[in-house]
């Protein structure tokens, strides 16, 4: 937390230049007090609304409204992108989110998104979903749209639990897991195996590109990003769908810190759902690709 003191310097050093007085104890050699002499190296996407969010601390959802945002800036294509919002703890991404967005029922987001795609083939669609909204009530209609080779983006956000409604367990949830439901752990040979979704789909012939990313330190932030600018990217050349998988977090629910659901990503969940991705594009798919940005 900042100091009031250090408030005020940092309030003087942006609206009051001239005559800005830094204490002597902030002062040090190389700390210039006029702001244009610094770089901006670092902005808040300019389609990502500029308000508080309602997510926990530390939750994976935020920081993911982030990259995507920052994708579709990069990508200059805010008002050719229409997202589709998911129930669970992500229902509210269009208030995040400012571009056009839908709603749509629990599980039904690439239902919804693949009407969207085929009155408007040029827009860039996409769905926001989450493990209980796109692995469990959502997999039919997950699995007939990557099947029909829907030319979406689904960004699928894997944090093993039903977040929003307390924790239960969810398709993903790792063996031996605590959750509301599996107080004990989930024991395998009662409840059955954690579903590795883009494992499950890759096959099909309708998926174009499916990858595993996660956000857990700062590399795997620029990876995941970088996934998904090229979804993105992709969604041009009509080959099919674009599934990112990210394993996220719960602090929550997992009755962890945030620091401690970093630990459990790397030591837990990229165990069972390992990173990298799973298909990738053929060369020849993408010879088109270059004179688009
Ligand atoms: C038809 C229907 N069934 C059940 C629910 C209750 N419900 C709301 S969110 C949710 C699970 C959300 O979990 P997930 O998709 O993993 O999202 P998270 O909150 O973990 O991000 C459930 C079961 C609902 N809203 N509608
Ligand atoms: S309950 Fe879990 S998934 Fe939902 S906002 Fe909180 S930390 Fe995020
Ligand atoms: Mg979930």
Redesign the pocket.
Known sequence: MQSEEHTLVEEKLITDKENAVVPEDLKTAEMPCITDEYEIVYQRPKTLVDVSMHYCPGCA?SLVHKLIMEAIDELGIQEQTIGVA??????FAYDYMDIDMSEA???RACAVATGIKKLMPDKYVFTY??????????VAETLHAINRGENILIVF?????????SG?M?P?TLAGMKTTTSPYGRDTSFYGFPIKVSELIAPLPGAFYVTRQTVNNATAVRKTKKALLNAFRYQKLKKGTCFVEII?N?PS?WKMTPVETLKFVDDEMIKYFPLGDIKLPKGEDLKNLQEDK
């Open positions: 959802h998911p129930v669970g703890c992500a229902v029922a629990h599980g979903q989450g493990d209980g909204d796109l692995a469990a009530i959502g956000m894997n944090n093993a639990v039903y977040g929003m409604t239960q969810a993903t996220g719960c629910n």
